[in-house]
């Protein structure tokens, strides 16, 4: 796992190397950030794939999406930011590739996808609940929850899209998954 080994060269923080990229699009002030944070995107990738070749393919895949959409955002904490960016490009990966995967139901919406090799058939009802639970939310709930977790936006992008304050978005999120979960529950035991 030499790979993984941390080259700290430098003694910039986060924020200074991301601003420098920012301003210069120079892939190697990038490439020194994300090396200080790989053997975590690492660690969570295989948390999530249990594979270590497609691990090791996930986090130059994140890498590939980090050139773009550090660029885009405004990042604030970028360890916290790399670690969300890098959850969701596995369960997305899991989503798209995995024929085998199912709801979490203990945690609807933060895991929403495991492997079950033996569950191929309960897949498609798996995924039709989660759709039949998204449509009984409130309108407000199922946008927050569709725009924070399909579409990847955080709080304050999800605020200044609907008008909803920062407050109502956190909620309509916790809410919403404490709904899924409540619904999921009851309609796995039919």
């Excluded at 990229?21 to 892939?27: P, Q």
């Excluded at 369960?91 to 919406?109: E, F, G, P, Q, W």
Aim: glycine share 4%; aromatic share 10%.
């Amino acid at each position: 796992m030499s790979w993984l080994k941390r080259k700290n060269t430098t003694e910039e923080t986060d924020e200074q190397l991301l601003l420098r990229y920012k301003f210069s699009g120079d892939l190697e002030v990038l490439g020194q950030l994300y090396q200080r944070y790989m053997p975590m995107v690492y660690g969570l990738c295989l948390k999530y794939l249990h594979d270590e070749e497609l691990s090791k393919d996930a986090v130059m895949q994140i890498f590939e999406e980090l050139i773009g959409k550090a660029k885009k955002h405004e990042v604030a904490q970028f360890r916290s930011w790399l670690y969300v960016l890098s959850r969701n490009y596995c369960l997305m990966h899991l989503r798209h590739t995995s024929k085998n995967a199912a709801i979490n139901i203990d945690n609807v919406m933060e895991s929403a996808f495991i492997l079950h090799p033996d569950e191929n058939e309960h897949q498609e009802a798996h995924f039709k609940l989660l759709e039949h639970c998204l449509e009984k939310l409130a309108p407000a709930q199922k946008e927050s929850i569709n725009l924070f977790y399909l579409d990847n936006k955080c709080y304050k992008e999800i605020a200044e899209t609907t008008g909803y304050s920062l407050n109502d978005v956190k909620s309509y999120i916790q809410n919403g998954k404490r709904n899924l979960k409540i619904c999921f529950d009851r309609n796995s035991e039919k």
